[in-house]
């Protein structure tokens, strides 16, 4: 087995080499045995022990063994009890979740803090078999069907290629001691029922079931990358970003969508990193009125004319008027503006107004639109309320809503930030009196 994973490493994983390791360990049979594979193979390997404190003395009794086994090899080992149910609760999450949770979050920040480079766990071919079955009652896209990834980020897998079988005849002819959860033979855990009672029935059909697992899985995985390339032509052609946050606010089209030979099946991969579910929905908002909107925990996708808008929604909330004082250079909220003075020339550009000092009165407001702001757009002529520029500039709901203005201390409209200047406070010609207001949209 050892020569097989140094082999294994050398031509899927040779980043590990020379690398600070942490290792995921639990005290049970399988990340017992990663942690003695790459000890004999000398690689640079720290420890780190999750007690969860969901097995009352049997939880402190791993954690003595695994601080045990890494003060008799000399290994750097860290430790962290979690007040797993608690956590649950105020999350509202699952035990199994709350765990996985804030395992992840732990071993990040002990990468963070002491410069690891990667983190190993002891995920086996059965685990991703279980995984596998368990989406597939679930119900899932083909995210679900292409296994446990070797690699996710700077999370990395390496016994995925050995059976749970593998491991244990390693352990027992090594003499390797480890620690038995007994919780892994309680039926109550969806896993274990489809470990204990599904999978033995299916290796009794097919003897071979991990090797014919293993191909369909590479099969599927040759599939997804087939159809994430096809999204992302696909994407190219049906979306765009608009607002100033473009990396979570985009518009898709309707027209383009529905030309589609199945909108839902596209729909899914571009939508669900935004965590929507509800596609049976999100095809009927295509032919939905506009206002309609459908809201997951993290975005929400409005209907707007011909268009779905994709933004975040703003968890926290937004205060709506903010003060510049004469002297300011910059601020970064509720936008990000700098300010400078004494220019000898005015360059155009969309982001960047010149407005004439002895025509302001600070402290200057910035604040969100309401009903009956009316401005002197430049371009034009006379006075426009804000509401039918709106509508002529056709603005998305969203964008009305996202839109900030920039005020005299008297409530006059100076600029509607990024769009259009008011033309009673333009600076036409450069020199001492002149404050250039620049949007920054990095």
């Not at 994709?310 to 300011?328: F, G």
Request: proline fraction near 3%.
């Amino acid at each position: 087995m050892q020569h097989k994973l140094e082999q294994h490493i050398s031509t899927n994983f040779p980043f590990l080499q020379e690398k600070k390791l942490l290792i995921a360990i639990s005290g049970g049979v399988d990340s017992v045995v990663l942690t003695q594979l790459f000890f004999d193979l000398k690689f640079d390997i720290s420890l780190a022990h999750c007690n969860f404190k969901l097995r009352d003395q049997e939880s402190e009794l791993d954690a003595l063994f695994v601080k045990d086994l890494a003060k008799k090899r000399r290994i750097t080992y860290f430790s962290k009890s979690f007040d797993t149910k608690k956590y649950a609760k105020e999350h509202k999450q699952s035990t199994q979740i709350a765990a996985r949770n804030l395992r992840y979050e732990w071993f990040q920040e002990l990468c963070n803090q002491n410069k690891f480079d990667y983190i190993l766990t002891a995920h086996h071919a059965d685990d991703s078999l279980e995984t596998f079955l368990i989406n597939l009652t679930r119900g899932s896209g083909l995210d679900g069907f292409t296994g446990i990834p070797k690699v996710h980020k700077n999370i990395v897998r390496p016994l995925l290629i050995f059976s749970r079988d593998e491991i244990l005849h390693f352990a027992m002819e090594n003499r390797i001691v480890w620690r038995e959860d007994q919780s892994n033979t309680s039926l109550k855990y969806t896993r274990n029922k489809i470990r204990h009672q599904v999978v033995p029935i299916l290796k009794e059909i097919n003897p071979s079931l991990l090797n014919s697992f293993s191909k369909t899985i590479e099969n599927l995985q040759g599939t997804q990358q087939i159809l994430a390339d096809q999204i992302q032509e696909i994407q190219s052609k049906i979306c765009r970003p608009f607002g100033t946050k473009s990396e979570e606010s985009f518009e898709l089209n309707i027209q383009e969508i529905t030309k589609l030979s199945n909108p839902k099946a596209y729909l899914f991969p571009l939508l669900k990193p935004y965590h929507f579910t509800e596609f049976n929905d999100i095809v009927d908002l295509l032919k939905a009125q506009s206002g309609k909107k459908i809201v997951s925990k993290t975005h929400q996708l409005l209907k707007n004319r011909t268009s779905l808008l994709l933004s975040k929604i703003d968890q926290k909330p937004t205060q709506q008027i903010y003060h510049l004082e004469e002297n300011t250079t910059a601020i970064s909220q509720p936008i990000s503006l700098h300010l400078k003075k004494d220019f000898e020339r005015i360059e155009k550009d969309k982001n960047t107004i010149y407005v004439s000092k002895e025509k302001l009165t600070f402290p200057l407001i910035i604040r969100k639109w309401k009903n009956g702001d009316s401005f002197y757009p430049t371009g034009m002529k006379g006075c426009k309320k804000l509401s039918k520029y709106f509508k002529d500039e056709k603005y998305s709901l969203l964008e009305k809503k996202e839109a900030w203005l920039l005020c005299n201390n008297n409530q006059e409209i100076i600029w509607i930030i990024g769009k259009r200047q008011d033309n009673r406070f333009l600076a036409t010609t450069a020199g001492k009196t002149t404050i250039q207001i620049s949007l920054n949209i990095e």
